[in-house]
């Protein structure tokens, strides 16, 4: 054991020191120039006139108020969707198909999701060309603004569609430690609805297991870039749209005030945070309220009915964008209200074809790598905990981190280290960047397969005469191959969408199809731009069917390493 203590310190350390270091550093970039001090760019004393010139912007408080309403009202809507179907569906047939379904959901990356669903509600988008004429009379399309609305309806209504799925998942990852069939009995001996008793006896301790998601969500939607761009307002943008243009402005001087900008975000995520802890209290003083009334709804047939068609309509909602996205990339002359293209064509297909090849390697070569290693230092953090000993609440707190904040609050930062020592543009600092959002995932996917594994298969190989790291990787390993593949496939995905770290870090020079699908939504070519999205979700959606069929393939003569 004294042997493999430095070891086992060495590598346990090494996937916190990854996200650690460089959001530390990211953070300290960012603080500096916010308070003039970035003497590269003349600031050589510290002042508060970034933060002067940040508050005389032009409607300001409304690009913070947009950002404060959007994070708080997407999270509590998917929490609302993610918990009314857990608490009607847990333990039925549909509860299992949406399980199945959840994997193809987390794979498609935020801009594309985004996308699909504005090819959707658009004023000339599918859902008014099903209905039209017959059902709307409408011969042309409304001159309605629908996407980018001034209120952000459509911003929040995108990011639930993305956000609920991903809930869902931290929820069944909770589930095995909390009794749901015998509170289920004990609710309905009592007299309680099947929802009523799940919110009553259930909901609270497994809420507490997710609450640290439930914050991600809100810091995620509060400084949303990419989504923002695509389905938010413009007069004025969200809070960290507006920062992320002032830093790729050519007129250098505005990165002070982008950096002022980013540290108002962390205020503007930490005051939605301090108003969700809120609105935490308060719903437990409902529902404690509730609870000594004793209010049973035992007749929630309908209530279940919505709380389970809901998040399954958001998904055929997701689904049905994507065909619109199919039908607009194969589309030739298709004139609003026909529901269908009048011809079909590749033509969109073969303009696109000569400038995707550098996106697509950018794109492939991010996100393999940054799984990749994100797979070998979780795996390592892994195997080197002792069994049956939990993370300690430091850890948990470090691979939370860049979930919990806001990227322009320490992406800024990382840019201006990356400039300074000369990696930006290059692929080294683009994997890193991708990285440091990689690798909090992959923990969340595999720390509960890795816990549920039973160590007596390997006690057994040890027995037989097998070393320990022999026993690792024949034993362990192939046993754990579906878990394993299905985190590395959510570690591409989640590589595969990012933006603002691949615009900044790869300083325009690394492009990939995240980033050329967003520079497109500023146009109004529908075909290039569903070409652009499909493309981005495509890689994700064949590395999970991999991930799916592979095992199967593999272990065709053992059944039991297939389960």
Not at 100 to 118: E, Q, S, V
Not at 297 to 305: E, P, Q, T, V, W
Not at 477 to 499: C, D, E, K, W
């Amino acid at each position: 054991m004294r042997q493999r203590a430095p070891l086992l310190l060495v590598s346990s350390g090494l996937a916190l020191a990854v996200i650690a270091l460089p959001v530390l550093a990211g953070l300290a970039g960012t603080v500096l120039p916010a308070f003039g001090y970035l003497p590269a760019l003349g600031g050589e004393a510290l002042s508060f006139e970034p933060f002067r010139q940040l508050f005389a912007t032009p409607a300001l408080g409304d690009s913070i108020r947009l950002s404060l309403v959007t994070g708080l009202a997407a999270a509590l809507i998917s929490l609302g969707l993610a918990g009314g179907f857990t608490a009607a569906a847990a333990g039925t047939p549909v509860f299992e198909r949406m399980r199945r379904l959840l994997a193809p959901l987390l794979a498609i990356p935020h801009a594309a999701a985004a996308f699909a669903f504005a090819f959707l509600i658009a004023p000339s988008g599918l859902i008014l060309r099903f209905l039209s004429p017959w059902a709307t009379g409408l011969e042309r399309p409304p001159d309605v603004l629908i996407i980018g609305d001034p209120a952000g309806f459509s911003l929040i209504a995108g990011l639930v569609l993305k956000e609920t799925p991903f809930l869902i998942l931290l929820i069944l990852a909770a589930l095995p430690q909390t009794p749901v069939a015998r509170s289920r009995q004990l609710a309905a001996s009592l007299g309680y609805g099947r929802m009523t008793g799940f919110v009553f006896l259930q909901w609270q301790p497994l809420y507490r297991q997710i609450r640290l998601g439930v914050l991600a969500v809100i810091a995620f939607s509060s400084s949303v870039i990419d989504v923002a761009l695509i389905l938010g307002p413009n007069l004025p943008a969200p809070l960290s749209v507006r920062l992320a243009q002032w830093m790729v402005d050519p007129d250098l001087s505005l990165r002070f005030t982008a950096s002022a900008g980013a540290i108002l975000q962390l205020a503007v995520t930490l005051a939605a945070i301090l108003l969700w802890i809120g609105l935490e209290r308060a719903g437990a003083t409902i529902l404690g309220v509730m609870r000594e009334r004793g209010l049973r709804l035992a007749r929630d047939r309908i209530a279940r009915a919505v709380a389970i068609g809901l998040p399954v309509a958001t998904a055929s909602f997701l689904i049905a964008g994507f065909l619109a996205l199919f039908l607009w990339c194969c589309a030739g002359f298709w004139p609003f209200p026909d529901t269908l293209p009048q011809d079909w064509t590749l033509r969109s297909w073969r303009t696109a074809w000569p400038r995707l090849g550098g996106p697509l390697a950018t794109t492939l070569i991010a996100a393999f790598a940054s799984a990749f290693i994100g797979m070998v230092l979780v795996v390592l953090r892994l195997a080197t905990r002792p069994v049956g000993r939990p993370a300690s609440v430091l850890s948990q707190g470090v691979m939370w981190l860049p979930l919990l904040l806001p990227q322009v609050g320490f992406l800024f930062g990382l840019q201006f280290l990356a400039i300074r020592t000369g990696t930006d543009g290059s692929y080294a600092a683009l994997i890193l960047s991708h990285l440091i959002f990689v690798l909090p995932y992959l923990m969340i996917t595999m720390q509960d397969a890795w816990a549920a594994f039973d160590p007596r298969y390997e006690r057994v190989a040890t027995a037989l005469g097998a070393s320990r790291l022999r026993a690792f990787f024949r034993v362990r390993l192939p046993m754990m191959m579906n878990a394993l593949l299905a985190a590395f496939a959510i570690g591409f995905a989640v590589s595969v969408g990012q933006y603002l770290s691949t615009v900044l870090i790869g300083a325009g020079r690394l492009p990939t199809l995240t980033t050329e699908a967003v520079a497109l939504a500023a146009g109004d070519n529908r075909r290039t731009i569903a070409v652009y999205a499909l493309l981005q979700t495509l890689p994700p959606l064949i590395l999970f069917a991999i991930a799916a069929i592979l095992p199967a393939l593999l272990w065709r003569n053992r059944r039991a390493m297939a389960a």
